[in-house]
């Protein structure tokens, strides 16, 4: 689940910066799209305020993200958490929204529904070893963490952190810290690129004080059950270690790096002078999915390279998901593997094609667009828990597959897509119709009055989205219900796998044999909880019950009194 490196915004010769998306950021279940001329949009799950839109409504359809105030603010950087999300602003501000429990929006109180300004980072900057005033240059994201560079190159990190504790054993815990705080092991390098998954981090780093190009070291550090730091085995490390497959004498040099919840990728070419631009992917850490591509699901300790992915390939951005990940190249070709034929998906989704299963090595994701199965002008691939976006045609063309449960997918439907399909893009609402209206010449602006704006389809598709988005909001309701239900009951939140199969295949539900198919099945922990649970519920009746009818015999004898006298 990756987000925006550094972004450099250049216009396509004649192209609208307002429908360019130059970046995008996938989390648990919702994406962010960061377009050229500096807004950002979001879509997917709202619970939590994810989406900054100050409901906790899903979004089937990107939506822009309004910021208070709004005035001068312009967007260079975006980043998805699993619950969270951030925007760096091109004066360094940087604003978050979302989930909050472990402090990952970098302020201390509840969760946010719409973006709050992290207030105190500048004041934290204002005492660096350096005079040069400090200025964030890239931010990103992940699990419940947020991580920030600055143009000093030192690494700050805020959130459900992997940081030093003298009271854990090993010396390593996750510390819930709502202050950014710098990560000083790199002291006269640059920080580069960094990404992180659920308990782990990895950065790319200067081997001295200036990046010069094919000089990055790849250090990791935090938690290591699955040998997702690579450093062959799989002892947690409570400050960053050098991966020795990457380190200043290695003949690859490594640019690229993404980590999923319990693995991690990296891509690779070979130093200069080389005969060919051809570039590796290698993965370590969890495997049990196929998630590495190795060709098995055994997990590895250390790095390994994709070996079925073809040569003479240059890959041009990687991601990781919860158990999937996916590469694509700069000639517009995409691989991915993984749970469920590298969707990502959970097993008991609802592809059941004669190739169902999880995909131990590569397999080519096939455009279905007019021009074959390669995807033009591919900028960018990034992949959330089970769903993964591509941002194509130079940014002018999203493409989406995976879970499509909550409008993850962008294209105004919520059912799975197991190929790609089209995100709705440019969104069709009336905010981005006036952006597009202040940014065409005068002449431009009297043709598209005469037009009336838009099409009479455009304006059925505007009204088929608004009445989706009150649908949305009503099932957004009823989920929040059955979470509380099903949390009261089972002690956790209603997740997908949850849903009786039954009431999955059909419209017809059979409470009274689900009931029995799940005393059936569960273990005796649930078991002792149900029968608690029930009868504190059944106790609560009767008082209830009791305490009516008290009230009513009152009230008769109130009633009988007043009645003889």
């Given at each position: 689940m990756e987000e925006s490196d550094d972004v450099s915004v250049s216009?396509?010769?004649?192209?609208?910066?307002?429908?360019?998306?130059?970046?995008?950021?996938?989390?648990?279940?919702?994406?962010?799209?960061?377009?050229?001329?500096?807004?950002?949009?979001?879509?997917?799950?709202?619970?939590?305020?994810?989406?900054?839109?100050?409901?906790?409504?899903?979004?089937?359809?990107?939506?822009?993200?309004?910021?208070?105030?709004?005035?001068?603010?312009?967007?260079?950087?975006?980043?998805?958490?699993?619950?969270?999300?951030?925007?760096?602003?091109?004066?360094?501000?940087?604003?978050?929204?979302?989930?909050?429990?472990?402090?990952?929006?970098?302020?201390?109180?509840?969760?946010?529904?719409?973006?709050?300004?992290?207030?105190?980072?500048?004041?934290?900057?204002?005492?660096?070893?350096?005079?040069?005033?400090?200025?964030?240059?890239?931010?990103?994201?992940?699990?419940?963490?947020?991580?920030?560079?600055?143009?000093?190159?030192?690494?700050?990190?805020?959130?459900?952190?992997?940081?030093?504790?003298?009271?854990?054993?090993?010396?390593?815990?996750?510390?819930?810290?709502?202050?950014?705080?710098?990560?000083?092991?790199?002291?006269?390098?640059?920080?580069?690129?960094?990404?992180?998954?659920?308990?782990?981090?990895?950065?790319?780093?200067?081997?001295?004080?200036?990046?010069?190009?094919?000089?990055?070291?790849?250090?990791?550090?935090?938690?290591?059950?699955?040998?997702?730091?690579?450093?062959?085995?799989?002892?947690?490390?409570?400050?960053?270690?050098?991966?020795?497959?990457?380190?200043?004498?290695?003949?690859?040099?490594?640019?690229?790096?993404?980590?999923?919840?319990?693995?991690?990728?990296?891509?690779?070419?070979?130093?200069?002078?080389?005969?060919?631009?051809e570039s590796m992917c290698w993965t370590f850490g969890l495997g049990e999915n196929g998630q590495l591509g190795h060709g098995t699901t055994q997990s590895a300790s250390s790095p390994e390279t994709v070996k079925e992915l073809p040569q003479y390939v240059y890959l041009i951005s990687v991601d990781c998901g919860l158990f999937h990940t996916s590469v694509v190249s700069s000639a517009g070709d995409v691989w991915s593997w993984g749970m469920e034929k590298g969707l990502g998906l959970c097993p008991d989704a609802s592809f059941t094609g004669t190739d169902a299963g999880d995909a131990i090595s590569p397999l080519q994701i096939l455009c279905n667009g007019s021009n074959g199965s390669k995807f033009q002008e591919p900028v960018q691939v990034v992949c959330g828990a089970a769903h993964t976006v591509l941002v194509a045609n130079d940014g002018y063309k999203l493409w989406s597959w995976g879970r499509g449960r909550s409008g993850v997918l962008g294209n105004g439907k919520t059912i799975d897509c197991f190929s790609p399909t089209v995100v709705l893009w440019p969104p069709l609402t009336e905010d981005f119709k006036q952006e597009e209206l202040n940014t065409v010449g005068e002449g431009d602006r009297i043709a598209e009055e005469n037009s009336k704006g838009v099409t009479k389809t455009e304006k059925a598709l505007c009204s088929a989205i608004e009445e989706t988005k009150l649908l949305q909001s009503k099932l957004a309701v009823m989920e929040r219900y059955a979470d509380i239900l099903h949390g009261s009951i089972f002690g956790k939140p209603l997740e997908e796998q949850d849903i009786p199969i039954s009431l999955q295949n059909s419209g017809i539900h059979d409470i009274g044999k689900e009931w029995d198919r799940m005393l059936e099945s569960a273990d005796p922990a649930k078991l002792v909880r149900l029968e608690k649970f029930y009868q504190k519920m059944l106790e609560g009746v009767k008082e209830k019950l009791l305490k009516k009818r008290i009230q009513e015999i009152v009230k008769e004898c109130l009633s009988s009194t007043i009645n003889k006298v």
């Open positions: 216009p396509s010769s004649g192209g609208n910066l307002a429908r360019k998306v130059v970046t995008v950021a996938a989390g648990e279940a919702h994406t962010l799209a960061l377009t050229g001329d500096g807004y950002v949009y979001s879509w997917g799950r709202g619970m939590f305020g994810r989406l900054g839109t100050g409901s906790e409504s899903d979004e089937l359809c990107p939506v822009r993200v309004k910021f208070k105030p709004e005035k001068g603010l312009k967007f260079v950087g975006v980043a998805a958490g699993a619950y969270h999300s951030l925007a760096l602003a091109d004066d360094g501000s940087i604003w978050c929204w979302g989930y909050n429990i472990y402090g990952q929006l970098g302020v201390n109180g509840e969760n946010s529904l719409v973006p709050c300004l992290l207030e105190r980072f500048l004041e934290l900057g204002s005492g660096t070893r350096s005079e040069v005033p400090l200025q964030v240059c890239s931010v990103k994201a992940g699990g419940m963490m947020s991580l920030a560079i600055d143009n000093l190159g030192t690494l700050w990190m805020w959130g459900n952190c992997p940081l030093e504790s003298s009271s854990s054993e090993g010396g390593f815990s996750l510390v819930s810290s709502f202050t950014p705080t710098p990560v000083w092991d790199f002291h006269g390098h640059m920080v580069v690129k960094v990404a992180c998954g659920n308990e782990h981090v990895v950065a790319l780093v200067t081997a001295g004080e200036t990046y010069k190009g094919e000089d990055l070291i790849c250090f990791s550090w935090g938690s290591n059950n699955h040998g997702q730091l690579g450093l062959g085995d799989k002892e947690n490390r409570s400050r960053p270690e050098i991966v020795e497959d990457f380190n200043k004498d290695s003949i690859f040099a490594v640019y690229e790096v993404a980590c999923g919840a319990f693995h991690t990728a990296v891509l690779t070419h070979k130093k200069r002078p080389s005969e060919t631009l």
